[in-house]
């Protein structure tokens, strides 16, 4: 159980254009999702956690207008890279957490990478 | 920075061998968990350890915890060709549900 889905795999887009990747909880409610990103060879990076119905929490340093999240369902959140550039090239995961988790074990989805050329 | 930090940054082994990775973290802690990840993949979870607690096993796993250092380690016995991943350990920020990453461990198990 406790499955995390990620869509698309893998993207290729040019710069200036936006890109959605979403997140899905398959077999459990996500009260709470969380979105990463890793650069090569290095750690992940919280960038924003984000609770059904309500606004994004962003990290210091992340810009919320250049990745809009929505959380709109128990089991679905997306985030949009707008306006992506190569900087923004990335390896994108997605966390969730069962609101029933005393734990905060958090799943892992498998991943997206972005690269903007 | 909100990463803990991991040492050592890269570790090969000879199959058979035990595998010790640490982390160290910053500020006070309710839990630190472990974590694996495959070269291009996600992450999947190994095991947590909560403040109260000092040691936890699981399978070839042992996890220790020092809060009074703030420092933790991960011994993988035995090791296998397939443990070949990098090891993350993560820590909540004491307050919340959110985790931060350490630096990580890339380990490499030679057969």
């Known amino acids: 159980g406790a499955v995390v889905s990620q869509h698309p795999s893998w993207v290729i887009c040019k710069s200036g254009t936006s890109v959605k990747i979403e997140c899905r909880s398959l077999?459990?409610?996500?009260?709470?999702m969380f979105w990463y990103r890793q650069f090569p060879k290095q750690s992940l990076m919280l960038m924003a956690t984000s609770n059904e119905g309500s606004k994004a929490t962003y990290e210091q340093g992340v810009e919320k207008d250049k990745f809009l999240i929505n959380h709109a369902s128990l089991t679905l959140s997306t985030l949009t890279v707008t306006s992506a550039h190569p900087e923004d090239s990335s390896f994108y995961i997605c966390s969730a957490e069962s609101g029933h988790s005393a734990s905060y074990e958090q799943y892992f989805g498998p991943g997206t990478r972005l690269t903007v050329t | 920075s909100q990463q803990g930090e991991e040492d050592p940054q890269a570790l090969s082994i000879q199959e058979g061998e035990n595998a010790t990775m640490n982390c160290s973290y910053k500020?006070?802690?309710?839990?630190l968990q472990w974590y694996r990840q495959n070269s291009g993949r996600g992450l999947v979870h190994l095991i947590l350890i909560r403040s109260n607690e000092r040691e936890k096993h699981s399978g070839r796993l042992r996890v220790t915890l020092d809060t009074s250092k703030k420092s933790s380690s991960l011994l993988i016995t035995a090791s296998r060709a397939a443990d070949t991943a990098s090891y993350f350990c993560a820590t909540d920020r004491g307050t919340g549900n959110q985790f931060y990453f350490g630096t990580g461990t890339s380990l490499t198990v030679i057969p």
């Open positions: 500020t006070s802690i309710n839990n």
């Open positions: 077999d459990f409610q996500a009260t709470t």
